[in-house]
């Protein structure tokens, strides 16, 4: 059996830090990068006697959450403990959701080469966060800042077929959350991590095979990758005849390997039990229409607005509205201009290069952005010199329209000029013409690329190539003495 | 001895008001009395002697001027040792929490000390609140003030004991499943369980939370009033705790014009695990009532037995659970001798834990397990619920049911019991515990040995008044 012959199955568990102010069992606050254990109090250290009360914020970003993510948020929930013992751990046992959960069935969808697929989302629970262990000289300290920070766990159904899917799953559903405000979404602060579970089986067999789980990757990019390789290391064992081990790995980013953690023999026990320290959770219709009502427009929704408002391409919309900023940025530019779709062209393949990504800001104003998309659309500049327009208003502003006239930007349409132009590069560039007539095609975008040049960037791209064409046909190289 | 020390929080209160002696005598009548006592009783495991009388000479200045803030204002009491206490050592009587210094109050610490009250010191218990007796304490041992050489009962024998013993007019325990009645009952104080949630349980250190409730021990139905008054109300800080229709249970009036209906309940007459004191205190209690025109009727209920089971599994499964927290990490006994972090936890809670609680600990953990918990957990929870209905059912055609408190009185210390016929000591009050109900011990008499017997009193949620005024009934008799 090769790797094409195998399918991965493939699911993730998604733990998102929800945007609270305060933590989820207490009044301590949720800024990151404080000093260590600055942020704690008795109820998120466990001390003896202390007792958690539910902070009704995260509920309700959970309920927006689910309600985003199309689910079925249910009317009476509850909480329960899952007990073990570890350091991060104060109570040695986490307040989560294993029972009922806040919201079940709903689904993101992701773009595939196939078309669009829906992704099933099984369930969504509120839970508090552990301590962070700190490894240092031989020691291991903790910190309790983040014990207690609210979070949900969000599992995908198991039908994710390959890393590229997995990034694109989390990629969406972080841009949904981010642009509901649930989540501030910044990976590398590990506001949004995932746990995957892999396992790979012939094609078209409806059996699943043995699953491994890589815990906590924290990007897309790892993501992807550490399913590559498992997927791959997983086909390569039953190839050679050998058996996939139900265990848990990590991905090692150095080497681009996902190694064994500890083996799983058997499923862990934690021994589930209601919270007996925080009543049910009671959501009604009207709170959770409330909540619905307060979700802004979704990421899908408005790529397709936009893709139908401003005649965008359904790509460049999603591109734009993977961050809400961005597509708000787009918007304001669009809105005030006659060529939506070149300030989107500017935007996507230029501007965004010189932009600060998180979260996203513009050095340059949306006002700006749609002048040179005017300038452009109009035919007072070609691409290039918009392209340089662009570069110099994200150095310092200016009006880009007085700019081309006082400085003599505007594209040459005149034909007289561009001939001349182009009698004076064809002299210049013999060995160019002759290649040209000897059938190298190529040589013809060189003698463009200098008429360009000779015009300072100023030639109407379309109408020299045009008369480029016309006037080599008839060209006749004068034989050298 | 000062004879001040006899008197009721009621009578102190007065007497402070009159200004016949102020609080700073007062708690230095009632510290001298501890000092008289503590040799034989042994009810106190720390005095917080310097802080009270600085608390009392705070209330002094405050009736000077006439800004008293009311019933408990510069009144002694005790605290069982597992209500957390900023800057005074709590700790469960157990060596796991020997050096604990908790960063804050309970929620009744705060309550009862911007009353004024004066906190003379925190009273020995079971370790952990687990056991009948106080002898499962590691701190040290408490006798029954009536006689020395009987158990005070338990889990919150020393503040029964301190109660009992005149060292203070009124104490706070905590009660699971008879851990306050039950002491009550043997040392011949007033017991109060009153509804699940109405006092915070924020800063009490938890047994079994679907179960613990803050409980009152004092010498007389009003002190019991008085104090329940200043406690019950909702916290912010327990989600579990609910706010009381009433709040003054001092002046408690009757509730409506009609005869008392009161339930006897048959299977905690005639079992036979009832001594016949017991049933005779019994038997009297339901004839005083008859007297005073009550209506009474005879119920049953579903088996002690099922009961007292349901009760093991549930609070065994929740105290494993809220004990394990006690890992040696960050507070509390850690093992000195650990080579990785499994032994760490291991050695710090073999060491910390005595036989009782690693009993609990690991009957608890076992009834959780994946393939054992609906075989006994779940059934102990159904089990549960169907006592729960029945004691509704009942409470909804009479106004009280009466039963014993205990089986038994008071048992000699260092019986060779087996921890199960010492749970038997919870056989007539864990019904209530179930339940939610509030349920009141109520001293009544004495048997041949001279030893407290005592009736339990349990009504419909929120009836504590109901049942103070009928313990009123019950002590007007004693007297």
């Known amino acids: ?481 | 001895m000062n004879e001040l020390v006899r008197r009721s929080l009621t009578e102190h209160r007065a007497a402070l008001d009159r200004r016949e002696y102020s609080s700073v005598e007062l708690t230095h009548a009632y510290l001298n009395e501890i000092e008289r006592r503590e040799p034989i009783v042994g009810a106190f495991l720390t005095l917080n002697t310097e802080k009270a009388i600085q608390a009392a000479a705070q209330a002094d200045a405050r009736f000077a001027k006439g800004e008293g803030r009311g019933m408990l204002d510069g009144i002694p009491y005790a605290l069982k040792d597992n209500f957390c206490t900023r800057g005074l050592r709590t700790t469960c009587a157990s060596k796991m929490l020997a050096d604990f210094m908790p960063p804050y109050d309970a929620s009744v610490v705060t309550r009862l000390s911007d009353a004024g009250a004066i906190l003379l010191g925190k009273v020995n218990m079971d370790e952990f609140a687990m056991g009948s007796t106080t002898e499962t304490s590691a701190l040290g041992v408490t006798r029954n003030p009536v006689n020395p050489d009987y158990v005070p009962g338990g889990s919150s024998g020393g503040s029964a004991a301190a109660v009992a013993a005149l060292e203070v007019p009124f104490a706070l325990g905590s009660d699971t499943g008879g851990s306050v009645r039950q002491p009550a009952a043997f040392c011949g104080v007033l017991g109060m369980k009153p509804t699940y949630g109405v006092i915070s349980r924020y800063g009490m250190i938890a047994l079994a939370s679907s179960l613990d409730c803050v409980g009152l021990l004092t010498r007389t139905s009003d002190d019991c009033g008085a104090v329940l008054s200043c406690l019950v109300g909702r916290d912010e800080k327990d989600a579990t705790s609910v706010m009381h229709p009433n709040s003054q249970f001092f002046k408690n009036e009757r509730i409506s014009e009609r005869p008392l209906r009161v339930a006897v309940v048959r299977e905690l007459l005639e079992d036979d695990e009832i001594s016949p004191d017991i049933r005779c205190a019994t038997v009297r209690a339901i004839e005083v009532l008859r007297e005073r025109g009550a209506e009474l009727g005879e119920v049953s209920l579903p088996s002690p037995e099922a009961a007292l089971a349901a009760y093991c599994v549930i609070s065994a499964a929740e105290a494993a659970s809220n004990l394990a927290r006690y890992d040696g990490i960050r507070y509390g006994r850690t093992t000195d001798g650990a080579d990785d972090l499994f032994s760490l936890y291991a050695k710090s809670r073999s060491e910390g834990f005595g036989v009782e609680v690693k009993r609990r600990i690991l009957f608890g953990t076992y009834m959780m397990t994946e393939d054992k918990r609906d075989l006994y957990y779940d059934r102990a929870r159904e089990a549960r619920g169907r006592i729960g209905e029945r004691m509704h059912q009942i409470l909804r055609q009479y106004d009280l049911i009466l039963t014993p408190t205990t089986p038994t009185a008071a048992f000699k210390r260092g019986s060779a019991l087996t921890p199960t016929q010492r749970r038997r000591a919870d056989l007539c009050a864990v019904y209530a515990s179930l339940a939610g109900l509030p349920a009141l011990s109520v001293p009544f008499g004495r048997n041949t040995d001279g030893l407290p017997l005592a009736v339990q009193l349990v009504g419909a949620p929120y009836s504590e008044g109901l049942l103070l005024e009928t313990a009123k009934c019950l002590e007007e008799v004693c007297q």
Request: aromatic share 6%; hydrophobic share 40%.
């Open chain 1, 1 to 481: 059996m090769k790797l094409s012959d195998f399918e991965a199955v493939i699911g993730l568990e998604v733990h998102v830090e929800l945007k609270t102010a305060t933590k989820i069992f207490c009044s301590c606050p949720t800024d990151f990068g404080a000093e260590p254990n600055t942020r704690c109090c008795p109820i998120c250290m466990g001390l003896p006697g202390a007792m958690p009360t539910l902070n009704r914020r995260a509920v309700e970003l959970a309920v927006m959450a689910g309600l985003a993510l199309h689910g079925t948020v249910l009317p009476l929930c509850r909480t329960d403990r899952k007990q073990y013992f570890y350091p991060d751990l104060p109570k040695a046992y986490q307040i989560s959701q294993a029972g009922v959960p806040i919201c079940r069935n709903g689904y993101l969808t992701i773009a595939t080469p196939d078309g669009d697929r829906d992704i099933g989302i099984t369930r969504i629970h509120i839970e508090e966060d552990a301590a962070k262990l700190i490894h240092a000289d031989g020691r291991t300290l903790v910190d309790y800042n983040r014990s207690g920070v609210p979070l949900i766990e969000i599992v995908s159904e198991p039908q994710l077929r390959s890393g590229k899917e997995a990034a694109d799953y989390l990629r969406n559903l972080r841009s949904i959350l981010v642009s509901c405000g649930i989540t501030d979404g910044k990976m590398q602060e590990g506001s949004l991590r995932c746990d995957v579970n892999v396992s790979v089986r012939p094609l078209g067999s409806a059996k699943l095979g043995v699953r491994t789980e890589i815990k906590n990757l924290n990007s897309f990019a790892f993501t992807e990758k550490a399913i590559e390789y498992e997927v791959r290391r997983q086909c390569e064992l039953i190839c050679r005849g050998e058996a996939v081990r139900m265990e848990t790995r990590r991905y090692d980013a150095a080497s681009g390997k996902t190694v064994l953690m500890r083996t799983k023999e058997r499923a862990e026990d934690y021994r589930f039990m209601t919270e007996p320290d925080l009543p049910p959770i009671f959501l009604s219709e009207e709170e959770i229409e409330t909540l619905g009502n307060a979700l802004p427009e979704l990421p899908e929704a408005r790529a397709a607005r936009l893709s139908k408002t401003y005649g965008l391409p359904e790509g460049d919309a999603r591109i734009l509205c993977e961050d809400a900023l961005l597509a708000d940025y787009f918007e304001s530019a669009a809105d005030v201009c006659a060529y939506p779709r070149l300030a989107a062209n500017l935007l996507l393949s230029e501007l965004l290069r010189y932009c600060e990504s998180e979260p996203f800001s513009s050095p340059v104003s949306a006002r700006r952005l749609s002048v040179l998309a005017e300038l452009m659309g109009e035919g007072t500049v070609n691409s290039s010199t918009a392209k340089k327009l662009l570069l110099r208003l994200c150095e310092g502003d200016f009006d880009p329209r007085e700019t081309v006239e006082r400085e003599g930007l505007a594209q040459i349409l005149d034909t007289e000029l561009l001939t001349r132009a182009i009698m004076e590069t064809l002299a210049e560039n013999p060995r160019a013409v002759a290649d040209y007539k000897n059938g190298k095609t190529a040589a013809m975008r060189s003698l463009q690329g200098r008429v360009m040049a000779r015009t300072a960037g100023r030639a109407e791209p379309v109408l020299t190539e045009h008369l480029l064409k016309q006037i080599l046909e008839e060209y006749e190289v004068e034989p050298h003495v």
